[in-house]
Protein backbone atom coordinates (compact mmCIF):
# COMPACT_ATOMS: atom_id res chain seq x y z
CA UNK A 1 0.00 0.00 0.00
CA UNK A 2 1.10 3.51 -1.32
CA UNK A 3 1.38 5.88 2.03
CA UNK A 4 -0.05 9.18 1.15
CA UNK A 5 0.56 12.50 2.52
CA UNK A 6 -2.16 15.04 3.62
CA UNK A 7 -0.30 17.59 1.34
CA UNK A 8 -0.97 15.23 -2.10
CA UNK A 9 -4.82 14.32 -0.57
CA UNK A 10 -6.09 18.05 -0.04
CA UNK A 11 -2.78 20.05 -1.68
CA UNK A 12 -2.84 24.01 -0.54
CA UNK A 13 -1.99 26.77 -2.90
CA UNK A 14 -0.45 29.81 -1.51
CA UNK A 15 -1.25 32.89 -3.31
CA UNK A 16 0.95 36.06 -3.21
CA UNK A 17 0.25 39.55 -4.16
CA UNK A 18 -3.01 38.06 -3.82
CA UNK A 19 -5.10 41.49 -2.91
CA UNK A 20 -3.93 42.58 -6.48
CA UNK A 21 -5.60 42.73 -9.85
CA UNK A 22 -4.18 39.24 -10.99
CA UNK A 23 -3.62 37.76 -7.75
CA UNK A 24 -7.26 37.77 -6.58
CA UNK A 25 -7.94 36.04 -9.94
CA UNK A 26 -5.37 33.55 -9.36
CA UNK A 27 -7.45 32.97 -6.13
CA UNK A 28 -10.74 33.10 -8.06
CA UNK A 29 -9.75 30.45 -10.88
CA UNK A 30 -7.83 28.13 -7.69
CA UNK A 31 -11.08 28.22 -6.12
CA UNK A 32 -13.51 27.46 -8.93
CA UNK A 33 -11.26 24.61 -9.56
CA UNK A 34 -12.13 23.30 -5.98
CA UNK A 35 -8.79 23.61 -4.32
CA UNK A 36 -7.42 24.60 -0.93
CA UNK A 37 -6.39 28.44 -1.39
CA UNK A 38 -4.11 30.48 0.90
CA UNK A 39 -3.97 34.04 0.42
CA UNK A 40 -0.99 35.84 1.12
CA UNK A 41 -0.97 39.93 2.53
CA UNK A 42 1.34 41.49 4.73
CA UNK A 43 -2.14 43.28 6.67
CA UNK A 44 -4.93 40.07 7.17
CA UNK A 45 -7.09 43.14 8.35
CA UNK A 46 -7.71 44.49 5.64
CA UNK A 47 -8.22 41.75 3.14
CA UNK A 48 -11.24 40.77 2.10
CA UNK A 49 -11.85 36.73 0.30
CA UNK A 50 -14.70 34.49 -0.74
CA UNK A 51 -15.54 32.02 2.18
CA UNK A 52 -12.96 29.01 1.82
CA UNK A 53 -9.83 31.45 1.65
CA UNK A 54 -7.36 30.77 4.51
CA UNK A 55 -5.72 34.37 4.58
CA UNK A 56 -2.48 34.14 6.26
CA UNK A 57 0.45 37.05 7.11
CA UNK A 58 3.32 37.04 5.49
CA UNK A 59 5.61 39.49 3.38
CA UNK A 60 7.99 38.51 0.58
CA UNK A 61 10.51 41.04 1.53
CA UNK A 62 11.04 38.86 4.30
CA UNK A 63 11.24 35.26 3.40
CA UNK A 64 11.35 34.32 7.06
CA UNK A 65 7.66 35.41 7.84
CA UNK A 66 6.85 32.93 4.70
CA UNK A 67 7.34 29.85 6.73
CA UNK A 68 4.13 29.15 8.38
CA UNK A 69 2.12 30.52 5.09
CA UNK A 70 4.20 27.74 3.29
CA UNK A 71 3.19 24.55 5.78
CA UNK A 72 1.49 22.60 3.51
CA UNK A 73 1.78 24.40 -0.02
CA UNK A 74 2.21 22.58 -2.81
CA UNK A 75 1.46 25.36 -5.42
CA UNK A 76 2.80 28.69 -5.44
CA UNK A 77 2.08 32.12 -7.03
CA UNK A 78 5.12 34.61 -7.25
CA UNK A 79 4.48 38.14 -7.94
CA UNK A 80 8.39 40.20 -8.58
CA UNK A 81 7.91 43.34 -7.20
CA UNK A 82 7.30 43.51 -2.96
CA UNK A 83 6.86 46.13 -0.05
CA UNK A 84 4.74 49.05 0.34
CA UNK A 85 6.85 50.72 -3.03
CA UNK A 86 6.61 47.63 -5.02
CA UNK A 87 10.30 47.45 -5.55
CA UNK A 88 11.96 44.65 -7.61
CA UNK A 89 12.08 41.56 -5.00
CA UNK A 90 15.65 40.56 -3.89
CA UNK A 91 14.94 37.74 -1.82
CA UNK A 92 14.04 35.32 -4.34
CA UNK A 93 16.89 33.04 -3.57
CA UNK A 94 15.50 32.73 -0.04
CA UNK A 95 12.05 32.68 -0.70
CA UNK A 96 12.75 29.55 -2.98
CA UNK A 97 14.93 27.51 -0.49
CA UNK A 98 11.74 28.06 2.43
CA UNK A 99 9.41 27.05 -0.63
CA UNK A 100 11.21 23.88 -1.47
CA UNK A 101 12.09 22.82 2.11
CA UNK A 102 8.43 23.15 2.92
CA UNK A 103 7.68 20.82 0.06
CA UNK A 104 6.09 23.29 -2.75
CA UNK A 105 6.40 21.47 -6.36
CA UNK A 106 4.65 23.93 -8.44
CA UNK A 107 5.37 27.63 -8.75
CA UNK A 108 4.10 30.37 -10.96
CA UNK A 109 5.70 33.87 -11.40
CA UNK A 110 4.22 36.74 -12.58
CA UNK A 111 6.43 38.53 -15.03
CA UNK A 112 7.31 42.08 -14.43
CA UNK A 113 7.98 42.96 -17.83
CA UNK A 114 11.44 42.30 -17.71
CA UNK A 115 14.35 39.73 -16.32
CA UNK A 116 14.25 40.14 -12.63
CA UNK A 117 16.28 38.55 -9.13
CA UNK A 118 13.15 36.90 -8.25
CA UNK A 119 11.93 35.48 -11.39
CA UNK A 120 15.74 34.14 -12.13
CA UNK A 121 15.64 32.78 -8.51
CA UNK A 122 12.75 30.71 -9.04
CA UNK A 123 13.96 29.23 -12.80
CA UNK A 124 17.31 28.49 -10.92
CA UNK A 125 15.37 26.96 -8.23
CA UNK A 126 14.84 23.05 -8.94
CA UNK A 127 10.71 23.60 -8.81
CA UNK A 128 8.39 22.78 -11.40
CA UNK A 129 7.82 26.52 -12.85
CA UNK A 130 6.04 28.53 -14.99
CA UNK A 131 6.29 32.16 -16.11
CA UNK A 132 3.19 34.20 -16.60
CA UNK A 133 3.82 36.71 -19.37
CA UNK A 134 0.56 38.60 -19.99
CA UNK A 135 0.37 41.66 -22.18
CA UNK A 136 -1.64 45.21 -21.64
CA UNK A 137 -4.16 44.40 -18.45
CA UNK A 138 -7.79 45.42 -19.33
CA UNK A 139 -8.18 46.63 -16.12
CA UNK A 140 -5.77 49.30 -17.14
CA UNK A 141 -8.82 50.97 -18.49
CA UNK A 142 -10.15 51.96 -14.99
CA UNK A 143 -7.35 54.39 -14.56
CA UNK A 144 -10.05 56.19 -17.28
CA UNK A 145 -13.16 55.73 -14.82
CA UNK A 146 -13.17 58.78 -13.21
CA UNK A 147 -12.54 61.26 -15.78
CA UNK A 148 -15.09 59.12 -17.83
CA UNK A 149 -17.65 59.31 -14.82
CA UNK A 150 -17.48 62.96 -14.29
CA UNK A 151 -16.41 64.84 -17.21
CA UNK A 152 -17.62 62.04 -20.04
CA UNK A 153 -14.33 62.17 -21.57
CA UNK A 154 -10.88 60.19 -22.20
CA UNK A 155 -7.94 62.11 -22.15
CA UNK A 156 -4.81 59.70 -23.71
CA UNK A 157 -2.17 59.67 -26.11
CA UNK A 158 -1.13 57.54 -29.12
CA UNK A 159 -4.87 56.67 -29.44
CA UNK A 160 -4.27 54.59 -32.47
CA UNK A 161 -1.91 52.24 -30.92
CA UNK A 162 -2.64 48.74 -30.96
CA UNK A 163 -2.43 46.71 -28.10
CA UNK A 164 -3.60 42.66 -27.60
CA UNK A 165 -5.09 43.59 -24.03
CA UNK A 166 -5.79 40.68 -21.78
CA UNK A 167 -8.63 39.95 -19.07
CA UNK A 168 -7.25 39.85 -15.60
CA UNK A 169 -9.28 36.71 -15.51
CA UNK A 170 -7.66 34.82 -17.97
CA UNK A 171 -4.33 35.30 -16.25
CA UNK A 172 -5.44 33.39 -13.30
CA UNK A 173 -7.59 31.04 -15.24
CA UNK A 174 -3.90 29.84 -17.09
CA UNK A 175 -2.36 30.20 -13.52
CA UNK A 176 -4.90 28.16 -11.72
CA UNK A 177 -4.05 25.52 -14.77
CA UNK A 178 -0.49 25.57 -13.96
CA UNK A 179 -0.32 25.05 -10.43
CA UNK A 180 -2.90 22.35 -10.68
CA UNK A 181 -1.92 20.38 -13.86
CA UNK A 182 1.10 18.26 -15.25
CA UNK A 183 2.59 19.64 -18.65
CA UNK A 184 3.78 23.39 -17.49
CA UNK A 185 6.65 22.69 -16.10
CA UNK A 186 9.81 25.26 -17.74
CA UNK A 187 7.20 27.07 -20.24
CA UNK A 188 7.22 30.56 -20.66
CA UNK A 189 3.17 31.81 -21.66
CA UNK A 190 3.00 35.00 -23.30
CA UNK A 191 -0.98 35.59 -22.86
CA UNK A 192 -2.81 38.17 -24.48
CA UNK A 193 -6.98 38.40 -25.40
CA UNK A 194 -8.30 37.53 -28.78
CA UNK A 195 -8.14 41.10 -30.35
CA UNK A 196 -5.87 43.70 -31.34
CA UNK A 197 -7.50 47.25 -30.23
CA UNK A 198 -6.40 50.85 -30.21
CA UNK A 199 -7.52 53.53 -27.52
CA UNK A 200 -10.36 54.67 -29.99
CA UNK A 201 -11.96 51.00 -30.19
CA UNK A 202 -11.36 50.91 -26.29
CA UNK A 203 -13.46 54.14 -25.41
CA UNK A 204 -15.93 53.22 -28.04
CA UNK A 205 -16.70 49.84 -25.98
CA UNK A 206 -17.02 51.38 -22.48
CA UNK A 207 -18.98 54.18 -24.07
CA UNK A 208 -21.61 51.17 -25.68
CA UNK A 209 -20.91 49.04 -22.24
CA UNK A 210 -21.90 52.06 -19.95
CA UNK A 211 -24.79 53.56 -22.37
CA UNK A 212 -23.29 57.37 -22.86
CA UNK A 213 -20.95 58.59 -25.43
CA UNK A 214 -17.55 59.33 -24.41
CA UNK A 215 -15.48 61.67 -25.84
CA UNK A 216 -11.64 60.98 -26.73
CA UNK A 217 -9.21 63.68 -26.55
CA UNK A 218 -6.22 62.87 -27.77
CA UNK A 219 -2.94 63.96 -25.38
CA UNK A 220 0.30 64.84 -27.20
CA UNK A 221 3.14 63.37 -25.80
CA UNK A 222 4.00 66.78 -23.91
CA UNK A 223 0.93 66.56 -22.45
CA UNK A 224 0.66 63.04 -21.80
CA UNK A 225 4.14 63.46 -19.74
CA UNK A 226 2.81 66.46 -18.00
CA UNK A 227 -0.15 64.88 -16.72
CA UNK A 228 1.89 61.74 -15.45
CA UNK A 229 4.17 64.41 -13.63
CA UNK A 230 1.04 66.07 -11.89
CA UNK A 231 -0.38 62.23 -10.73
CA UNK A 232 3.14 61.72 -9.28
CA UNK A 233 5.03 59.46 -11.31
CA UNK A 234 8.80 59.89 -11.29
CA UNK A 235 10.58 60.65 -14.59
CA UNK A 236 11.98 57.13 -15.40
CA UNK A 237 8.12 55.43 -15.06
CA UNK A 238 6.86 58.49 -17.19
CA UNK A 239 9.58 57.41 -19.97
CA UNK A 240 9.06 53.83 -19.64
CA UNK A 241 5.29 54.48 -20.05
CA UNK A 242 5.74 56.90 -23.05
CA UNK A 243 7.83 54.18 -25.15
CA UNK A 244 5.89 51.32 -24.69
CA UNK A 245 2.42 53.37 -25.76
CA UNK A 246 4.16 54.91 -28.81
CA UNK A 247 6.61 51.51 -29.49
CA UNK A 248 4.74 48.93 -28.47
CA UNK A 249 6.42 45.88 -29.01
CA UNK A 250 5.19 43.14 -31.70
CA UNK A 251 4.38 40.79 -28.30
CA UNK A 252 2.10 43.39 -26.76
CA UNK A 253 0.13 43.86 -30.66
CA UNK A 254 0.13 40.32 -31.63
CA UNK A 255 -2.90 37.77 -30.65
CA UNK A 256 -1.51 34.60 -29.55
CA UNK A 257 -3.90 31.36 -28.24
CA UNK A 258 -2.56 30.95 -25.00
CA UNK A 259 -5.74 30.87 -23.27
CA UNK A 260 -7.00 28.73 -25.24
CA UNK A 261 -4.73 26.14 -25.36
CA UNK A 262 -4.17 26.21 -21.47
CA UNK A 263 -7.53 26.67 -20.16
CA UNK A 264 -9.64 25.12 -22.93
CA UNK A 265 -12.06 27.90 -23.51
CA UNK A 266 -11.73 31.29 -25.36
CA UNK A 267 -9.74 34.63 -24.06
CA UNK A 268 -12.33 36.93 -22.93
CA UNK A 269 -12.68 40.04 -25.07
CA UNK A 270 -12.66 43.81 -23.96
CA UNK A 271 -16.21 44.14 -24.52
CA UNK A 272 -17.22 41.77 -22.31
CA UNK A 273 -15.20 43.51 -19.44
CA UNK A 274 -16.55 47.19 -20.49
CA UNK A 275 -19.92 45.69 -19.82
CA UNK A 276 -18.85 43.95 -16.58
CA UNK A 277 -17.18 47.03 -15.31
CA UNK A 278 -19.50 49.66 -17.01
CA UNK A 279 -20.78 51.22 -13.32
CA UNK A 280 -17.33 52.71 -12.74
CA UNK A 281 -17.48 54.45 -15.91
CA UNK A 282 -20.98 55.86 -15.32
Not at 169 to 186: M, S, Y
Not at 203 to 214: F, K
Not at 215 to 226: I, P
Amino acid sequence: MTNTTAAETHPVHLVSGATGTVGREVVRELLERGQRVRALTRDPAKAAFPEGVEVVRGDLTDPASLKDALTGVTGLHLITFGGAAFQPLETGPEIVRTARDAGVRRVTVLNGGGPTPLEDAVRAGGLDWTVLMPVEFMANALEWAEEARTRDTVRAPFVDRLSALVHEGDIGAVAAVALTEEGHAGKEYLITGPQALTVREKVAAIAGARGRDIELVELSEEEAAERMRAEGQDEYTIAWLLDVYKNTPPEGRTVVDTVQRVTGRPARPFAAWAEAHAPAFR
